[in-house]
């Protein structure tokens, strides 16, 4: 543990349970500034008024010093818990002579009333700022839920003649974000667009509206009955230009899946590697860590990942946790195979994904066949990762 994060004998996880811990030793020098802790009755009512007050210290310190006011409260000379007297030398008054028996019923009356105030005060901010990170992070969770799902409405069912215009109205409507006047008007909207950037771009026409509205869409994921279900990035200007943006730009707590910048869906390259967040709200990618179990893996043993140009089904070959090799380390970078210029390099990463896979998944991959790379973070070793590893398969449906 860092001893830069102590305060007194208390030490501390982290950097900003030590700022917390600062912040109650304020408040707590604040509090004692005219009471005499020598006092057994001072102590005790100090104590109690605390005591009614447990939202008022952020830290195990709070807990230590009303610990140590309980011990004054009952004459032990020094405190059994963790915390110091040393830490109150900086208060102007601590430690005092006994205070003067005139007017010490309206001081302590005084001060029982700001204790109780700075108390509410201090509960009421503690709870709001923990309310506000997670109700807002709920909120945001909840408006990036919602604008995935408007997304996935943008996909165009393939032009067919039992495909008719109702049936794409009526999908619009089912999904809730669209009334049935304004579902006529994207859906008259959408066929126009999407023949015309199927025709300029060769955009698959099934992703053409997507593409229209943003150019640096490479792709969607699926994983079928998961929430895996999410377009895939590609910005060679800045690779995580995504890591924190939705796909109209804006800040989105949640980012979107993204490829490396190396890779390319015009010109395939040798492994599609796309890295996606894991999500404390089980979006994005949180789904990848349940294929560490072997039943979840036979349970959903296709990736479905179409380019913006070509459609594409993917069995996994195999999956691993590894960690991100520091500079100078002897490791075997699973992140840096993108092209394979040779049969030897291909096969050595097939031969590092099989012998690194927590299963055998029966799939293997002969050199030429397009593979899928999908990586995420790990939080159960120090930089730690989670990758899935897919071929594709020789028919797609």
Same mark, same amino acid.
């Given at each position: 543990?860092?001893?830069?994060?102590?305060?007194?004998?208390?030490?501390?996880?982290?950097?900003?349970?030590?700022?917390?811990?600062?912040?109650?030793?304020?408040?707590?020098?604040?509090?004692?500034?005219?009471?005499?802790?020598?006092?057994?009755?001072?102590?005790?009512?100090?104590?109690?008024?605390?005591?009614?007050?447990?939202?008022?210290?952020? !830290? #195990?310190?709070?807990?230590?010093?009303?610990?140590?006011?309980?011990?004054?409260?009952?004459?032990?000379?020094?405190?059994?818990?963790?915390?110091?007297?040393?830490?109150?030398?900086?208060?102007?008054?601590?430690?005092?002579?006994?205070?003067?028996?005139?007017?010490?019923?309206?001081?302590?009356?005084?001060?029982?009333?700001?204790?109780?105030?700075?108390?509410?005060?201090?509960?009421?901010?503690?709870?709001?700022?923990?309310?506000?990170?997670?109700?807002?992070?709920?909120?945001?969770?909840?408006?990036?839920?919602?604008?995935?799902?408007?997304?996935?409405?943008?996909?165009?069912?393939?032009?067919?003649?039992?495909?008719?215009?109702?049936?794409?109205?009526?999908?619009?409507?089912?999904?809730?974000?669209? !009334?049935?006047?304004?579902?006529?008007?994207?859906?008259?909207?959408?066929?126009?667009?999407?023949?015309?950037?199927?025709?300029?771009?060769?955009?698959?026409?099934?992703?053409?509206?997507?593409?229209?509205?943003?150019?640096?869409?490479?792709?969607?994921?699926?994983?079928?009955?998961?929430?895996?279900?999410?377009?895939?990035?590609?910005?060679?200007?800045?690779? #995580?230009?995504?890591?924190?943006?939705?796909?109209?730009?804006?800040?989105?707590?949640?980012?979107?899946?993204?490829?490396?910048?190396?890779?390319?869906?015009?010109?395939?390259?040798?492994?599609?590697?796309?890295?996606?967040?894991?999500?404390?709200?089980?979006?994005?990618?949180?789904?990848?860590?349940?294929?560490?179990?072997? #039943?979840?893996?036979?349970?959903?043993?296709?990736?479905?990942?179409? !380019?913006?140009?070509?459609?594409?089904?993917?069995?996994?070959?195999?999956?691993?946790?590894?960690?991100?090799?520091? =500079?100078?380390?002897?490791?075997?970078?699973?992140?840096?195979?993108?092209?394979?210029?040779?049969?030897?390099?291909?096969?050595?990463?097939?031969?590092?994904?099989?012998? =690194?896979?927590?299963?055998?998944?029966?799939? !293997?991959?002969?050199?030429?066949?397009?593979?899928?790379?999908?990586?995420?973070?790990?939080?159960?070793?120090?930089?730690?990762?989670?990758?899935?590893?897919?071929?594709?398969? #020789?028919?797609?449906?």
């Amino acid at each position: 543990m860092n001893n830069r994060w102590k305060i007194g004998n208390i030490s501390f996880h982290n950097k900003e349970d030590y700022k917390a811990g600062q912040r109650d030793l304020e408040r707590i020098r604040a509090i004692v500034s005219d009471v005499n802790l020598n006092n057994r009755r001072e102590a005790q009512e100090l104590y109690q008024i605390l005591k009614a007050q447990p939202f008022l210290f952020e !830290t #195990e310190l709070g807990i230590a010093f009303r610990s140590y006011l309980l011990d004054k409260s009952e004459g032990e000379s020094l405190s059994s818990g963790l915390f110091s007297e040393e830490l109150l030398k900086s208060s102007k008054k601590a430690n005092t002579a006994a205070v003067k028996k005139t007017g010490r019923s309206a001081d302590i009356k005084k001060r029982k009333r700001r204790m109780v105030i700075l108390g509410i005060a201090a509960s009421l901010g503690v709870m709001l700022f923990s309310l506000y990170k997670i109700f807002s992070y709920d909120i945001l969770s909840y408006i990036s839920e919602r604008k995935m799902e408007e997304l996935s409405t943008s996909i165009l069912s393939p032009i067919e003649g039992e495909v008719s215009q109702e049936h794409r109205i009526a999908d619009l409507v089912a999904s809730g974000l669209y !009334t049935k006047e304004e579902a006529a008007v994207k859906a008259g909207q959408e066929v126009a667009e999407a023949e015309n950037v199927t025709e300029e771009s060769g955009v698959l026409y099934k992703y053409s509206v997507l593409f229209k509205r943003n150019s640096e869409l490479a792709g969607w994921i699926q994983i079928a009955d998961t929430i895996v279900n999410y377009p895939v990035m590609l910005t060679p200007d800045d690779e #995580e230009y995504y890591l924190k943006r939705g796909f109209d730009k804006k800040s989105d707590i949640n980012g979107i899946p993204f490829m490396d910048v190396r890779c390319s869906v015009a010109e395939p390259t040798t492994n599609f590697l796309i890295y996606g967040h894991n999500m404390k709200n089980g979006s994005m990618f949180s789904t990848l860590l349940k294929y560490e179990q072997e #039943e979840f893996y036979k349970e959903h043993p296709i990736i479905r990942f179409d !380019t913006i140009y070509e459609t594409g089904q993917y069995e996994i070959v195999g999956v691993f946790r590894t960690q991100v090799a520091f =500079q100078g380390e002897q490791a075997y970078r699973y992140y840096e195979f993108i092209q394979a210029d040779s049969k030897k390099e291909y096969d050595e990463y097939i031969a590092f994904v099989k012998e =690194q896979s927590f299963y055998e998944t029966g799939v !293997t991959a002969e050199y030429g066949t397009q593979l899928i790379t999908l990586s995420t973070c790990d939080r159960s070793i120090e930089e730690g990762r989670l990758v899935v590893v897919g071929r594709k398969c #020789e028919k797609n449906d």
